[in-house]
């Protein structure tokens, strides 16, 4: 995705909202601002107003004058033609997955179509494929702007995800690429930025689906904690690019993938000098409070409150020493990621006696041993908190805190210039 296209949507808005605390979710925030009581069904009514305007552009108040062409229409994207609408309509040929088989024909606009959306419903009846499809898409975006009142189960007033645990699954032979991607999370962009949402909570939005669906062979990740990690890929083209952690056995050749979409050896790190410096970035960020199950994450949250735990799986034959470092590179450098620091302490890191997985909670995160503590602030570049050795089976789990009442939010990101955690190695 052309890099800061976030920033460039957002910076179009005329704000009408105050600036969104950490603490609190972009759907819970929103969903106040917007519909003043943040329950369930307000929930689903904002998610339902993001996705349909999203999906056929503006249609309905409030918003802040952002025009919004919608995903069903024929747009442009880095100059580009884009026209996602033959996917919808069954006429793009064999691209529906219909148990494994791709078939042609199946449309998923056949439950009232516009006219529905334009009603702020997902579709005129509950039988339609329009119907599962918009609802799965609520559901979905509702997880990942962490709605917190989505209920565990399919009858609750705002369910969580209860589509396939896969979409690479469900997207395989639509061989979709990386402009036609690029539209797409374009579009939702624009949609909660027409809204009133922050600069930084649309670049959260974009950022996310980028990095779970916009690249190559992307590594396995939870959607919903109840389903655990899953293929995640949707962009398998051979325009998208490779994800860093990328592992393409995972995503063997299927219709209608050639040879020039699967790379058979990707990079897992970033090389960030001359000196054989290698950065390697958490597989798995899990943030634990008392009280709250947040599930996996691409943020790092530190405070009073807030814990992080990161994991890093490295090549197993990683040898040399390691160095935990966090990365502040300038504000004014970054173009796909953010972070944020307030009140007064230190940050301290420590080392964990095993790995978090997507059901880490407050209860059952691991046991901390050594620690490290530095100062940290904006624009400070890299900080190092210690130095080991690598560790031998390849995995290592540290968890993330601050002292006093300090606070930080980063979003940890791989793009340059990196942000967030890394385990750098060296054969120093």
């Not at 064999?94 to 078939?103: D, F, I, K, L, Y």
């Not at 995640?232 to 979409?261: G, H, R, V």
């Not at 966090?326 to 964990?352: A, E, I, R």
Request: charged share 10%; aromatic share 10%.
């Amino acid at each position: 995705m052309k890099p800061g296209i976030f920033y460039l949507i957002a910076s179009l808005a005329q704000l009408s909202f105050a600036q969104r605390p950490s603490s609190i979710p972009i759907c819970d925030y929103y969903t106040t601002a917007l519909l003043k009581d943040n329950t369930a069904a307000n929930q689903l009514k904002l998610l339902t107003l993001i996705v349909n305007t999203a999906l056929i552009g503006n249609y309905t108040q409030p918003n802040v004058g952002i025009s919004v062409t919608g995903i069903l229409n024929p747009g442009t994207f880095n100059g580009v033609a884009v026209n996602l609408l033959p996917y919808f309509d069954g006429t793009s040929g064999p691209t529906t997955n219909m148990s494994g088989v791709p078939t042609a024909g199946v449309s998923f606009v056949e439950g009232g179509g516009v006219a529905a959306l334009m009603e702020s419903v997902p579709a005129f009846n509950t039988s339609s494929n329009q119907y599962t499809l918009l609802v799965h898409l609520y559901q979905i975006f509702g997880v990942l702007l962490g709605c917190s009142m989505q209920g565990p189960n399919a009858d609750s007033v705002f369910p969580s995800y209860q589509g396939d645990a896969s979409l690479f699954k469900t997207h395989q032979f639509m061989d979709l690429d990386h402009n036609q991607m690029g539209y797409f999370i374009e579009q939702v962009g624009m949609s909660a930025a027409s809204f009133g949402a922050a600069t930084s909570d649309v670049t959260i939005v974009g950022d996310a689906l980028t990095k779970i669906f916009d690249y190559q062979c992307s590594p396995p990740y939870a959607l919903t904690a109840e389903d655990g990690p899953h293929r995640q890929s949707i962009c398998i083209a051979s325009s998208c690019p490779f994800d860093p952690m990328a592992d393409c056995s995972l995503y063997p050749m299927q219709y209608p993938m050639t040879s020039s979409s699967i790379s058979t050896s990707v990079s897992v790190s970033v090389s960030v000098s001359a000196s054989a410096e290698i950065m390697h970035f958490p597989t798995m960020i899990v943030p634990v409070a008392e009280g709250m199950a947040y599930g996996p994450s691409f943020f790092i949250n530190a405070s009073s409150r807030v814990t992080t735990f990161v994991s890093f799986n490295t090549a197993s034959n990683l040898q040399g020493n390691c160095k935990l470092q966090m990365l502040f590179p300038p504000m004014d450098q970054l173009q796909t990621s953010s972070y944020s620091m307030s009140g007064d302490g230190q940050v301290t890191l420590c080392s964990c006696d095993s790995p978090v997985t997507s059901s880490t909670t407050f209860s059952n995160a691991p046991q901390m041993g050594e620690c490290w503590t530095s100062s940290v602030g904006e624009n400070q570049g890299t900080v190092t908190f210690g130095s080991m050795s690598c560790p031998s089976n390849g995995q290592a789990t540290f968890a993330v805190m601050t002292t006093g009442n300090m606070a930080i939010s980063m979003f940890e990101d791989f793009n340059q210039p990196p942000v967030g955690i890394v385990m750098t190695s060296c054969d120093c």
